[in-house]
């Protein structure tokens, strides 16, 4: 179907044909069970969806809102502020007003007993109509505090806490690529007796509780002088964990080893193969490791809380927690902050959206 | 770059100490960060420790000090007959939620990716909205969830009441009976993560067997009970034991939700003591690092056993391809 160019057709045919072609275009076959499946689906997706959804909805709203406008209009999910209109010098709420079935822009000037108000034309107050309140439609308008933003940044050491995070995050992100991707390589490519017992040493430690290690490892922070600095954060990643290591070593083990081959032929090292063979080809993987790292890092609160005690070398994540703490009242510079904590991984995640699925389904394999 | 040595080597050998080579940082890694600390914690969870004074051996006490008055509190259905109280709630918050969270969480997140597993128009964008909240997951998140579900200024209530004309709608985390089921809401909504994990595996369901199945006369429903699930089990089953996994760790939006909130850290009412939670508060709010270092062995112990537990059961009901079930 091409649309209804020919002139045979008639109209009525035409859209008919139409509306068939575009329900079939929406749903793929047409058999009518599937169809049915198919929508009943789509109805639930779309509906839970909106689930979803609000709560992003309301925060972005939140962070636009007045503190007036969230004591008064808490449960809108839009910032917005009633209309209204000058009566006799003082500022009265606009309602939608329909009066023998025409519509009107009237002000409530007097709320009258059993649920009737007294409204006016603002242009002619002297006419009174008192009508029920609740049978006419509120008229609001945009209200948008983007100065929250500015506020909200200025009351905290935001860039502080930002320029820290970004540190954890992406000299920790070198440090893991660093080092996961030679101990991966060395466990995809070279026979030895020990390796393979020690491989599942690896895996085995990704089950394990981190906190059966935590204490010691915080006392030893703690003698080296480390702990109030972002070193117990950095440091380790330096020396791989046993999730990437894992990924990274799936994904070298699909590269063809007849690469390797040619590559030693022309004499190179291993070092040398690492570099110019498998991390090249090896680049969805690195990507995606690297995103999980990101997202890891960025959004992790229990180490930082536990390593960082001072407001300076706080990350972001610690930081919003103390500032929902000592704001609690501001719920606007709180919802400010916390959206400009999810723009960064939202962004990365729709700007890498395919290599990111790709490693999800990778991750997933290992089940 | 060669040494004299190396090249006297015999091949094989060359090839070892290389790939022992290139595993040097996990190893070093594992030594420091790992094996190393986890018997200084076995030795710790033996002591007397508040990091400022050297570690004093204390034997067994840690231990008794968690499970003794265990027979008397099970005789008599008096908590307060343990010596440590707070051992055995947190162990009851952990459990219970997980009793409730897992079972919705996995039911939740496998119906979703047999839904987004379809071929429909735009199914991309539902799979996107679907996995952004488990992207964000973490401080911001919780914050966001706690406003909404504040019983006076949050959003949820208002709705329950005006929409759904519920009357009295709970106070969530300000009410010991309501804070667990209000976390549970909190990790439905980011169920997105482990739905993702089961849409590979969907995913991963080779074709043929459907088409096999269809052949047969099989319909949409015998397909999916008869096909997707027996082959979707072993990822149901990994899911089943991170989760458990996860729970006993589960940390960062309790403490976000709580340590604000008038009950304090784990309340109200302890209503929100998770195992974690409690092992925190002794390792660095109390600074008794040696019965933190027990809680943290206890702790391994359980997810050891859990895992064993799920692992056992497992043959049960978890079908691997290419292996044969029921053969005497």
């Known amino acids: 179907m091409r649309g209804c160019i020919t002139k045979v057709s008639s109209e009525a045919e035409c859209s008919v044909r139409k509306a068939s072609d575009f329900v079939s275009r929406i749903f793929g076959s047409v058999s009518g069970h599937d169809l049915l499946l198919k929508g009943i689906t789509t109805l639930i997706l779309a509906s839970g969806s909106i689930l979803i959804l609000i709560p992003f909805l309301y925060m972005i709203s939140t962070s636009l809102k007045d503190p007036a406008q969230i004591r008064s209009d808490s449960t809108s999910l839009l910032p917005r502020k009633q209309k209204t209109a000058e009566v006799n010098g003082t500022l009265e709420p606009l309602y939608q007003v329909t009066l023998d079935g025409q519509v009107h822009e009237y002000a409530l000037i007097k709320n009258a007993p059993g649920g009737l108000g007294q409204f006016v034309d603002p242009a002619r107050p002297d006419l009174i109509y008192e009508l029920k309140i609740n049978e006419q439609k509120q008229l609001y308008r945009w209200d948008i505090h983007w100065e929250n933003y500015p506020e909200a940044i200025s009351a905290m050491p935001f860039w502080r806490y930002l320029g820290n995070t970004l540190i954890v995050t992406f000299v920790g992100m070198a440090g893991m690529l660093f080092s996961c991707s030679l101990v991966a390589y060395g466990f995809s490519r070279f026979r030895a007796r020990w390796l393979n017992l020690l491989f599942l040493l690896l895996l085995s430690t990704i089950m394990l509780p981190s906190q059966v290690r935590l204490i010691p490892v915080y006392i030893l922070f703690q003698r080296l002088g480390w702990v109030d600095t972002l070193l117990p954060l950095i440091v380790p990643q330096f020396f791989a964990n046993a999730y990437d290591v894992f990924l990274l070593r799936q994904f070298f083990m699909t590269i063809p080893l007849e690469l390797d081959d040619a590559a030693k032929i022309d004499g190179a090292n291993p070092l040398q193969i690492l570099l110019y063979i498998i991390l090249p080809q090896a680049r969805p993987a690195l990507v995606s490791v690297g995103i999980f790292h990101f997202l890891y890092a960025w959004n992790d609160f229990y180490e930082p809380l536990i390593f960082l005690h001072s407001r300076e070398n706080w990350t972001l994540a610690v930081g919003l927690q103390t500032f929902d703490a000592l704001y609690t009242v501001n719920t606007h510079l709180i919802m400010a902050v916390s959206v400009l904590m999810i723009v960064p991984p939202i962004l990365l995640f729709f700007f890498s959206q395919k290599i990111f699925t790709q490693g999800v389904v990778f991750t997933g394999i290992k089940g | ?328």
Do not use: C
């Not at chain 2, 050998?13 to 790992?34: C, H, K, N, S």
């Not at chain 2, 899911?239 to 589960?250: P, S």
């Not at chain 2, 939006?253 to 302890?270: E, F, K, M, W």
């Open chain 2, 1 to 328: 770059m060669t040494f004299p040595s190396l090249q006297k080597m015999s091949l094989a050998r060359r090839e070892a100490l290389a790939g022992y080579a290139f595993i040097v940082p996990w190893i070093i890694g594992f030594l420091v960060f790992t094996i190393g600390p986890m018997l200084a914690s076995l030795y710790f969870s033996f002591t007397k420790y508040n990091i400022v004074d050297p570690p004093q051996w204390v034997g067994l006490a840690n231990y008794e000090r968690a499970f003794s008055g265990i027979w008397d509190a099970i005789r008599t259905g008096d908590p307060r007959q343990f010596q440590d109280p707070l051992f055995w709630k947190a162990l009851q918050v952990t459990i219970y939620y997980a009793s409730i969270a897992l079972p919705l969480n996995i039911a939740f997140s496998f119906l979703l990716a047999v839904m987004l597993n379809q071929k429909m128009r735009g199914i991309n964008i539902w799979r996107t909205i679907y996995f952004l909240p488990s992207i964000i997951a973490g401080v911001a998140v919780t914050i966001l969830w706690v406003r909404i579900l504040n019983p006076r200024v949050g959003v949820l209530n208002p709705f329950l009441k005006d929409v759904l004309g519920i009357q009295n709608p709970p106070g969530w985390l300000s009410d010991p009976e309501w804070a667990i089921p209000a976390l549970v809401i909190m990790s439905l909504w980011s169920v997105g993560g482990s739905m993702i994990i089961y849409l590979a595996g969907l995913q991963g369901v080779p074709t043929d067997l459907y088409d096999a199945a269809k052949v047969d006369g099989a319909n949409a429903w015998q397909r999916f009970w008869n096909v997707t699930f027996p082959m979707m089990t072993p990822v149901l089953f990994y899911n089943l034991v991170l989760g458990m996994v996860a729970t006993f760790q589960y940390f960062t939006q309790v403490y976000v939700a709580t340590s604000n909130s008038i009950g304090g850290l784990g309340g109200p009412q302890h209503s929100t003591l998770f195992y974690n939670i409690y092992l925190y508060q002794n390792a660095f709010r109390y600074f008794d690092m040696g019965y933190a270092s027990t809680l943290a062995w206890i702790l391994f112990v359980i997810i050891l056993i859990l895992t064993a537990l799920i692992f056992r059961s497992s043959d049960a009901w978890v079908y691997y391809e290419g292996q044969l079930r029921g053969r005497v």
